[in-house]
């Protein structure tokens, strides 16, 4: 048998002496007391949640796929990469956030990303709770739900937060009992590769969990240990090719990361800045004091496995998700050990909550969330209405874009520029438009405008190109706000010079 160093299963029988627990009323209520947390803490956020601007893009996808009964294949959105190879691994999510958006307006994307955080939160408690005791799951989750506050937009992303859980603790379960996952699982991620390409990542972890079961396992039954494992790891990966796109869907993560330092350049790619205060500076120091006060060890494997999702959420943000609702099960096995906690004390006698009192409970959930939703302005903010409008009536199809604008251009029906996906246009050109608006380069900022034809910009008042664009004599202020400012070139018919 493997030392007790590696051991990671904990007892599950609660000895004949000890004393009989006294009933927790609270315990049944916690995944729902925070599911209803997460929900109505996005809810009451609802402005943040749509202000990212990629829904906008994703929205019209979607009505592509709807209306064409076919998913893309090739770019319909850009005129500098029109009709070059793209896919999107996020077919699924669009055409959902799609469906909700006829249905309901922005309130429809709305509530599918906040009812999807809240599942995930109720699923994390449920399976917390069968490891641990009421106050650790409580601090976990309440850190959790203020972690990924800072990073839940209406985008595909969240959609799949209740898979990664179910996904997440079904490795690490099997892991702790030394076999592979029920072949049940395999579902999940098929449904999580048709609805975003973070699936690659739940293969990846598969890796560090197969290897965790095979250290501690007794050297007897090692050989069977992998053969299970193995077997599993080949069907998930058949599993996630089981897409419009096959394997292709699984290239799409390779062509991402091989975009390099490009990668920086993107908002949710770039570190976790720590000169301004955000929900994960103080849990992540709040979790280094008590490992360095407690004494709680890992084993080595969940130990490299801890540390690679930490450096990922500090390297790039879009990983605090990961870091919330899958690192609670790396720790949580150790943790019940350090805390004298048996697994099955949960089984305790309890009152569990009545249907009755659940529907209620819902019921007032629903009903907050309407009296929310009701005297909010569902709408997403920051968006250049006006500018687009101008761009329309001067007949412009060629527009230098902020990066940021891009959804509502094509929202709108405008080609882009550049826009979010990012495997699309690759390093270099996703580096020289960036260096080029920044006017790190003003001679080839200048030269790109010939090169593609532009013959409008709209930029961020605080973009670097939009000072150099009032003082070339071939361009024009033709609109100017807080949100944004457009530029016409003269020699474009666009129509009646109209300065707003």
């Given at each position: ?11 599950t029988e ?12 609270l315990?049944?209520?916690?995944p ?19 202000k990212?601007?990629?829904i ?9 796929i ?9 770019d319909?959105?850009?005129f500098?990469?029109r ?16 469906v ?7 309130t429809?994307p709305?509530?599918l990303?906040a009812?999807?955080?809240s ?9 917390l ?5 009421n ?7 309440t ?12 985008r595909p992303?969240v959609?799949?937060f209740?898979?990664?859980v179910?996904?997440?603790n ?5 892991s ?8 049940a699982y395999l ?6 590769a048709n ?5 690659t990542l739940?293969?990846?972890?598969m ?9 501690t396992a ?6 069977t240990?992998?053969?299970q ?11 996630a ?13 390779w062509?991402?990361?091989r ?13 976790l ?5 955000n929900?994960?500076?103080p ?9 360095l006060y ?10 490299a496995?801890l ?11 879009r990983?605090?998700?990961?870091f ?11 943790l ?15 009152v569990p909550?009545?249907r009755?009192?659940i529907l209620?409970?819902i ?14 302005n569902?709408?997403?903010?920051l968006?250049?209405?006006?500018a687009?409008?101008?761009l329309k009536e001067?007949?412009?199809d060629r527009?230098?874009n ?9 929202f ?9 996906r ?5 390093p ?7 260096r080029?608006?920044?006017?790190d380069?003003v001679?080839d900022?200048?030269?790109?405008l ?38 016409v070139r003269?020699?474009h ?6 300065m707003?």
């Amino acid at each position: 048998m493997p030392s007790s160093s590696h051991s990671l299963q904990v007892d599950t029988e609660i000895g004949p002496s000890a004393e009989p627990a006294p009933s927790d009323h609270l315990r049944p209520w916690l995944p729902l007391i925070f599911a209803a947390t997460a929900y109505l803490t996005l809810i009451t956020r609802s402005v943040s949640l749509l202000k990212d601007a990629d829904i906008y893009w994703h929205i019209v996808v979607g009505q592509w796929i709807v209306d064409h009964r076919a998913v893309p294949h090739v770019d319909l959105f850009s005129f500098t990469m029109r009709g070059a190879p793209w896919i999107t691994s996020e077919w699924l999510s669009e055409v959902l956030y799609f469906v909700t958006y006829k249905l309901a307006g922005w309130t429809g994307p709305l509530i599918l990303a906040a009812l999807s955080a809240s599942v995930a939160f109720y699923l994390l408690a449920l399976l917390l709770l069968k490891r641990l005791p009421n106050i650790p799951v409580m601090i976990l989750l309440t850190a959790g739900i203020a972690m990924t506050s800072f990073h839940i937009f209406t985008r595909p992303h969240v959609l799949v937060f209740p898979l990664m859980v179910l996904w997440a603790n079904a490795l690490v379960e099997a892991s702790e009992q030394r076999r592979a996952p029920s072949f049940a699982y395999l579902p999940l991620i098929t449904l999580w590769a048709n609805l975003h390409g973070s699936f690659t990542l739940g293969l990846a972890l598969m890796g560090p969990f197969a290897l965790e079961a095979l250290w501690t396992a007794d050297k007897s039954a090692r050989a069977t240990v992998a053969v299970q494992w193995l077997r599993f790891g080949v069907l998930a990966l058949g599993a996630a090719c089981i897409t419009p796109y096959g394997p292709e869907s699984i290239l799409v993560t390779w062509r991402v990361l091989r975009l390099g330092a490009a990668l920086s350049r993107i908002g949710e790619w770039q570190p976790l800045n720590f000169g301004e205060m955000n929900a994960v500076t103080p849990c992540l120091m709040a979790g280094l004091a008590y490992l360095l006060y407690s004494g709680l060890k890992l084993p080595p494997i969940r130990i490299a496995a801890l540390v690679a999702v930490v450096y990922q959420t500090l390297a790039h943000v879009r990983y605090i998700d990961v870091f919330a609702l899958v690192s609670p099960f790396f720790i949580a096995g150790p943790l019940a050990q350090h805390l004298s906690w048996p697994a099955l004390q949960h089984s305790r006698k309890v009152v569990p909550p009545t249907r009755s009192a659940i529907l209620a409970a819902i019921g007032a959930l629903v009903m907050a969330s309407g009296a929310v939703i009701a005297v909010m302005n569902i709408t997403p903010p920051l968006m250049p209405r006006a500018a687009v409008e101008l761009l329309k009536e001067r007949r412009a199809d060629r527009v230098l874009n902020d990066y940021y604008f891009s959804g509502y251009l094509i929202f709108q029906g405008i080609p882009v520029f550049i826009d979010s996906r990012a495997e699309l246009y690759g390093p270099n050109f996703i580096i020289r438009y960036v260096r080029a608006i920044a006017l790190d380069d003003v001679a080839d900022f200048v030269r790109l405008l010939d090169e593609y034809k532009i013959d409008a910009t709209l930029l961020f008042p605080s973009t670097a190109a939009v000072g150099l664009l009032d003082r070339l004599s071939d361009w024009e202020r033709a609109y100017a706000s807080d949100v944004a400012v457009v530029h016409v070139r003269r020699t474009h018919d666009l129509g009646a010079d109209t300065m707003k």
